[in-house]
């Protein structure tokens, strides 16, 4: 089956400043990559996604990257801001029958003021 | 669309009671998934289910676990007898086949078994 592994499992960076969170994935298969939002108590919230079609999406201040032939993906925050403070989990998956994920195991982010 | 709804939100209970959370998928979507969160863990996927049938129940933990889904708005997942390591948040997601995999988690249960 698909394994997911994320790094780092805690990341603290200054407000304004640019925060990387990289995964690996193991089945060369899956070919759709979110990355979910979680803030303290609440529930993931989808925030970004790539399919395996393209190489960069962007959103605003997020982007996601994929390098299908290392089997990594990366989200990228610029300009942090203290809401931006959660943890973050990457997931990967297939299309078609089987439409589970597997999540990474998260990151906290911490936004310094 | 109110989104997912789960109940109860929180559930304290002892050792070898039965636990029984609830949930209600997004109108219209076929696939519903039941997680768990554990620090140590993360989040596991337990069981899935397309169009109300059961297609993958190899991640529910042992036969303590029980999940249905009488109907396409209404799904339970049941823990008997239940154990101070069940502890945890358990969350219901839902997803749309004519929209990708794009997967709706619920608010979760969060419960503790003492």
Request: net charge neutral.
């Given at each position: 089956g698909e394994n997911v592994e994320q790094h780092p499992s805690t990341l603290s960076?200054?407000?304004?400043?640019?925060?990387?969170?990289?995964c690996t994935y193991s089945d060369s298969a899956s070919n759709y990559f979110p990355w979910y939002k979680q803030e303290l108590g609440k529930r993931p919230q989808l925030i970004i996604d790539i399919r395996s079609n393209v190489g960069e999406k962007k959103d605003q201040?997020?982007?996601?990257?994929?390098?299908?032939?290392?089997?990594?993906?990366?989200?990228?925050?610029?300009?942090?801001?203290?809401?931006?403070?959660?943890?973050?989990?990457?997931?990967?998956?297939?299309?078609?029958?089987?439409?589970?994920?597997?999540?990474?195991?998260?990151?906290?982010?911490?936004v310094l003021p | 669309d109110a989104g997912v709804i789960q109940s109860p939100r929180h559930e304290v209970t002892e050792m070898g009671q039965e636990v029984t959370l609830r949930c209600k998928p997004i109108s219209g979507h076929d696939y519903l998934f039941w997680y768990r969160q554990t620090?140590?863990?993360?989040?596991?996927?337990?069981?899935y289910f397309n169009n109300n049938v059961p297609i993958d129940d190899s991640?529910?933990?042992?036969?303590?676990?029980?999940?249905?889904?009488?109907?396409?708005?209404?799904?339970?997942?049941?823990?008997?007898?239940?154990?101070?390591?069940?502890?945890?948040?358990?969350f219901c997601a839902s997803s749309w086949t004519a929209r990708g995999n794009t997967i709706y988690f619920g608010e979760g249960s969060w419960l503790t078994v003492v």
């Open positions: 960076v200054q407000e304004g400043d640019s925060a990387v969170i990289k201040r997020i982007a996601v990257t994929l390098n299908k032939t290392a089997k990594h993906f990366s989200l990228h925050i610029t300009e942090t801001q203290p809401e931006d403070s959660a943890v973050y989990f990457c997931a990967a998956g297939r299309s078609g029958s089987a439409r589970q994920l597997t999540f990474g195991s998260g990151t906290q982010l911490t | 620090m140590m863990r993360g989040l596991e996927l337990l069981i991640g529910m933990p042992e036969d303590r676990f029980s999940a249905k889904m009488p109907n396409a708005s209404f799904s339970t997942l049941k823990i008997q007898p239940s154990e101070p390591r069940d502890s945890a948040v358990y």
